[in-house]
C-alpha cells in the first residue's frame, strides 16, 4: 500500500516525490513487473519524463528493467538492511527467541507502526512455520493485528482520531475483525490495562496473536512491537500464559540489555 507523499502542490522537488513514488508503485506490485505506460498513468506524468527517471533510478540500481516493464532493483535490498543494522534489538531478538522454550516453537515478529498501518522488521520462523503470517518488509493494517493494537494503545486518543478518519484503515479481514474507532478504542483501552495485545483471528481465521510493546533505547528510534502469531484451536491458556511471559521477559531485555532477560 503506497503511503500519500501530502503538500504535492508545495513540493519543493517533484521529480524526487515522483521517483519516491515510483518505488512505492514498484513495491506494491509485490514482484509483478509494471510498464511503463501503467506508471506514467499512475503518475499523472508524461511517459517522456516518467521514461527519465526510471533510467536514472535503474542506473543507481534501485529499479531494473525486466521483461514486461520495471522491478525494484538490488539497491532497496541495501538500503533496507543497512536501516535494519542499525537496531541492535533485531540481533538480540532472534538470540532470545532461538533460546526460549515457548517463543521458539512460533513465528515472532517485530513491527513498528507507520500511519494506521505496521511494517514488518523481522521474522523467526518456529518450528511449525505460519504461511499466512506477514513477511520482513510487509505492511498490514494496524486495528486488527496484535502488533498494531499495542503500539496504538501508547497514543493519545486525539491521534488515533485523526490515523482513522478513513474507513478503508478497518479492512474487515475476517468476521472478528475491529470495524469502527469506537471498537478500536475499546480494544485499545483493554490492551492498556492488560499490559499486552491480543489478536483473536482477525487477520487470518484460525490465527491469533499477542504483541509487547517496546519503548524506544533513543530519541531516534521508534517504538517496536514483538508479536508471536499461533494456531487459536491447538494452543492451550497455559500456553498462552508462557507466550506472553517470554514476551515480556524479551521486552524488558530490549529495553535494558544490561539487566537479565529472565526475572524472578
Do not use: W
Not at 511449525?128 to 506477514?134: E, G, V
Not at 484503515?169 to 468476521?175: E, K
Not at 481465521?205 to 499461533?230: D, E, K, N, Q, Y
Amino acid at each position: 500500500m503506497p503511503r500519500a507523499i501530502e503538500n504535492r502542490e508545495r513540493d519543493l522537488a517533484p521529480a524526487l516525490t515522483r521517483g519516491i513514488r515510483i518505488l512505492e508503485v514498484l513495491a506494491d506490485a509485490s514482484g509483478r513487473p509494471v510498464t511503463l505506460s501503467d506508471i506514467a498513468r499512475t503518475l499523472g506524468a508524461a511517459k517522456s519524463s516518467t521514461s527519465n527517471l526510471c533510467g536514472v533510478l535503474d542506473a543507481a540500481g534501485l529499479i531494473r528493467r525486466v521483461e514486461g516493464g520495471y522491478a525494484l532493483g538490488h539497491r532497496t535490498v541495501e538500503f533496507g538492511g543497512a536501516y535494519l543494522r542499525t537496531f541492535n534489538e533485531v540481533r538480540e531478538f532472534y538470540d532470545f527467541c532461538s533460546a526460549s522454550p515457548a517463543l521458539s516453537m512460533e513465528v515472532v515478529q517485530i513491527a513498528m507502526l507507520d500511519g494506521s498501518d505496521v511494517v514488518y522488521l523481522a521474522r523467526r520462523e518456529g518450528h511449525a512455520p505460519l504461511r499466512l503470517t506477514a513477511t520482513i518488509g510487509e505492511r498490514f493494517p494496524s486495528a486488527p493485528t496484535a502488533v498494531g493494537n499495542v503500539l496504538l494503545a501508547a497514543l493519545p486518543d486525539a491521534e488515533i482520531d485523526g490515523l482513522f478518519q478513513d474507513p478503508a484503515a478497518f479492512p474487515r479481514r475476517t468476521g472478528q475483525s475491529v470495524r469502527t474507532l469506537d471498537d478500536l478504542k475499546a480494544k485499545l483501552a483493554a490492551v492498556r490495562e492488560r499490559g499486552y495485545a491480543v489478536d483473536e483471528n482477525e487477520v487470518h481465521p484460525g490465527i491469533s496473536g499477542i504483541a509487547v510493546r517496546v519503548p524506544p533505547r533513543s530519541s531516534a528510534a521508534p517504538p517496536l512491537a514483538i508479536g508471536c502469531t499461533f494456531i487459536t484451536a491447538v494452543t492451550t491458556d497455559e500456553q498462552r500464559a508462557e507466550l506472553v511471559s517470554e514476551l515480556l521477559d524479551l521486552k524488558r531485555l530490549l529495553e535494558n540489555p544490561m539487566q537479565p532477560a529472565y526475572l524472578e
